[in-house]
């Protein structure tokens, strides 16, 4: 089993940025590819990014490219999600998911969620 925690979330102005942490625990020998998925108001849940386990290959969603950036720290057990300009439709709640080899087919394991809102 591994359990997902994620943090970071808040309320911030269109054009701003905020970092999204997610640190595992548990069974975190195992090397999974990590990232990460939203889910807005009566929206469902989408892919965000996904992150392998060395950290030498990335995939974004078209819609975070260029913006965002997944990045981890093994020796912490910690994904990040650095997102800069950011856009009224990038609120939503951010989860954390593992393992994420395949975008389209999410991991067993997920986080609790953390809320990103932006103002415009």
């Known amino acids: 089993q591994v359990q997902l925690v994620e943090s970071g979330g808040g309320l911030v102005q269109s054009g701003g940025s905020l970092r999204l942490s997610c640190t595992a625990s548990?069974?975190?020998?195992?090397?999974?590819?990590m990232g990460w998925f939203r889910q807005a108001p009566g929206k469902e849940r989408e892919f965000v990014a996904r992150?392998?386990?060395?950290?030498?290959?990335?995939y974004y969603a078209d819609s975070v490219k260029g913006r965002f950036t997944i990045s981890r720290e093994n020796n912490k057990n910690t994904v990040y999600l650095q997102m800069n300009s950011l856009k009224p439709e990038d609120t939503a709640v951010y989860y954390c998911?593992?393992?994420?080899?395949?975008?389209?087919?999410?991991?067993?394991?997920w986080g609790q969620g953390t809320q990103v809102t932006v103002s415009s």
């Open positions: 992150i392998s386990w060395s950290g030498s290959s990335t």
């Open positions: 998911n593992a393992p994420l080899s395949d975008p389209t087919i999410p991991g067993s394991y």
């Open positions: 548990g069974r975190t020998s195992s090397r999974y590819t």
